[in-house]
Structure formats: C-alpha cells, structure tokens
C-alpha cells in the first residue's frame, strides 16, 4: 500500500475520507464528460459562447479531479479513475446524448450540477466529522468553483431566453 502522508488522521477516517474522495471523484470526471459531451454537440444562438465556456468549466473540474486523486494518494489511498469505475460509481444521472439545442444542454448541465455541489457539501461534512480540515478545504474549493461554472452555464443569455 502506499506511503500516507496524513499521518494525524486515525485509520478508519482516513479510510471514510479516502472513501469519500473517490465517490466526489467518480462525479467530477462523469461531469466534466457530461460537460464535453454537450461542447461537442450544442447548437444555436450562441454557439461559440457557450462552446468556449464548456472549455473552461471542463478545465475547472478536470483540476478539481486532479486535486482529489492527488489528495487520495496522500493518504495512502488509490484514486479510483478508470472509465469503467466512473461508470459504475458515479452518483450522477447518466447524461443525455440526443439533444443538441443549447437550452436543452444548459438545463441537463445545471441539472447535473446542483446535484454534484449537492454531494460536494455533504463530503464537507463529512470531512468536518471525520476531522480532516484539508480535505473538507479542498471540498469547499471544487464546490465553489462548480457553483460559479453552474450559474455561468445558467446565466447565458441566448439559453436563458
């Protein structure tokens, strides 16, 4: 087993917490695939506005994911990232592949989000009763960035209206 570098938490948190940090990152990578499937696919007023934004909002999770497989790692754990374990562990709804209007996208993204900032907050808890500060400080970092890329994909205008 690897080295674990948290050496102040006891074994059955750092368990929970490791536990706990792959479930987030099943979420992240289903979403930032959920994410780019809708980059590829959208259409309408707007386009390129949007098209650009899903960029940036899939580099915000792709960095979150790092974050928590890295942070997995240093507590002697193993991310557990592979497509197939995304696929089987991911809390999320399986996201839509026949739509292609932009409002259609926006909605499933939004949908999508607030149940992942949803799950996000509980692990903050979850990280507070375990005792695990840095943990729920990287929590609260993912969810405060994916509640800003939420009302950024929210707000468009051409969606919107």
Known sequence: MPQNFVPFLKENARKEMIAVLNER?????????????A???????G???????LDD????????ADDMAERIAMMGGLAQGTSKTVA?????????????KIEDHVAALVERYNAYT???????????EAGDED?????TEVSRAAEKDAWFIGSNSSAAA
Do not use: C, M
Request: glycine share 6%; charged share 25%; hydrophobic share 40%.
């Open 135 to 139: 943990t729920a400080d990287l929590f």
């Open 88 to 100: 089987e562990k991911s809390s999320l709804e399986p996201y839509p592949t026949d739509i292609v």
């Open 118 to 128: 949803t799950k996000l907050r509980e692990g903050i808890e979850a990280a507070d």
């Open 39 to 45: 980059h590829w696919n959208l259409k309408g007023t």
């Open 25 to 37: 990152l099943a979420d992240t990578i289903d979403l930032s695939h959920a994410v780019k499937q």
């Open 57 to 64: 909002v899939t580099a915000n999770l792709r960095n979150g």
């Open 47 to 53: 386009f390129i506005g949007v098209h650009e934004l």
